[in-house]
């Protein structure tokens, strides 16, 4: 029996033993990642085992196999996350709205996901228990949404600036009361660009609010007024009461920012595709996930590449409390390793209408307890985990 022959015969027999009762999980062996026959080819602008042949017919089948399973396993870890029988459920579905785009709040006390559609600049409210839909009721209208944070009874929403006479900037929804309120909306009276994502850190008895800024308004709007700032990681003190850009442009365009449970480690996501920017030298910029760690006074230092996406780029980010670190991209929900290995994907191919090949691809999602919550723009699915991957008092609900 050949080497390969021998990994899928592992492979199958890891199936028919987990998934006794509903073959959902392919198991696709972690060393396809790095080594395949002579000869293989790749498609960049496809995912990985839908754009990859090799001229072998059992690893090829395995591929194919996987293509179309709702889960990917490259690893055990990311079979112990599903648990034997995962539960999917596809709780509503409009063919013609993204309305299930971006954001994927957690909001413990209530009990739901809050999220943020692509087009139609809505914050909607999915409860956990019921499965209702409906706009969120705020206080005041939330003007153009994008993503979102809960921390300490509040959830922070990015919103970008249009092309009339609002500025962008950062709000605060109390949980309980739905109140709005502004939190940032200007460097010393300069607009920011598109604010995308926020995630805040702690160290003692201070607070820390990270967000990316990015051209991203001008998606939405044209006619835009001349930017004003450069794309960087912000930190906004909120002890101190100051704002500060601690990362520049000349490191990243930034999209999706999370921090690691133990407040250590802060992760931005570049958003730049390989077949946007060029291949090998020809861009600094990529599809990266960076890692900075946070010092004694929690600024981002000793810049490090976590990871790179394989199709498109790495979008919405969040972690867990065992530290692994989960992103949004073109091939589906990717969930790693604090090491950068990629354990598994939920495959957007199975979760996404018209395959994942037309319209948005996925940008965010929710971890809730065990359950995830997955935005597939214009179909919102649940996942029913096998564990508590972010717990109701942990740090990093997000």
């Known amino acids: ?20 009762k509903n073959a959902s999980t392919v198991l696709v062996p972690y060393e396809y990642t790095y080594l395949l026959p002579s000869g293989y080819s790749g498609d960049l602008n496809l995912t990985f085992v839908n754009g990859t042949k090799t001229g072998n017919d059992t690893i090829d089948s395995l591929l194919h196999s996987a293509s179309q399973a709702p889960f990917i396993a490259y690893d055990q870890e990311f079979s112990d996350i599903l648990g034997a029988n995962p539960a999917t459920q596809l709780i509503e579905q409009r063919p013609s709205d993204d309305f299930a785009y971006e954001a994927g709040v957690w909001v413990p006390e209530r009990n739901e996901v809050w999220f943020t559609s692509a087009w139609s600049h809505t914050i909607y409210s999915f409860n956990l228990a019921t499965h209702f839909v409906a706009p969120l009721n705020t206080s005041e209208r939330v003007i153009d949404p994008n993503g979102g944070y809960y921390f300490e009874g509040k959830v922070y929403f990015a919103t970008y600036r249009n092309n009339a006479s609002y500025a962008g900037g950062i709000v605060s929804v109390d949980a309980n009361t739905l109140q709005v309120e502004p939190v940032v909306n200007s460097y010393f009276g300069l607009r920011f660009n598109g604010i995308d994502d926020i995630a805040w850190a702690t160290q003692g008895n201070n607070r820390y609010m990270f967000f990316t800024d990015l051209e991203y308004a001008y998606l939405h709007y044209t006619n835009l007024p001349t930017t004003q700032v450069p794309a960087n990681v912000w930190r906004w003190d909120a002890t101190a009461q100051v704002l500060l850009p601690v990362i520049g442009r000349g490191e990243i365009n930034p999209n999706g920012v999370r921090v690691s449970p133990d407040q250590r480690t802060l ?6 595709a390989t077949n946007v920017v060029g291949a090998a030298s020809a861009s600094w ?20 590449l976590f990871a790179m996406a394989r199709q498109g780029i790495a979008d919405g980010i969040h972690v867990d409390d065992a530290g692994r670190v989960w992103t949004g991209e073109y091939e589906g929900v990717v969930v790693r390793s604090p090491q950068g290995k990629v354990l598994g994907v939920f495959n957007s191919q199975y979760f996404q209408e018209n395959k994942g090949v037309d319209g948005l691809p996925i940008a965010n999602f929710a971890l809730a307890g065990d359950t995830l919550v997955f935005l597939s723009t214009t179909r919102l699915w649940t996942i029913k985990l096998g564990q508590t991957v972010v717990s109701s008092s942990s740090t990093v609900v997000n």
């Open 1 to 20: 029996m050949g080497r390969y022959t021998q990994l899928l015969f592992s492979a199958l027999f890891f199936q028919a033993q987990a998934q006794p």
């Open 267 to 272: 992760y931005v996501t570049d958003n730049d």
């Open 285 to 304: 910029l990529g599809p990266y996930i960076y890692a900075w760690d946070l010092n004694e006074n929690m600024f981002p230092v000793n810049k490090r």
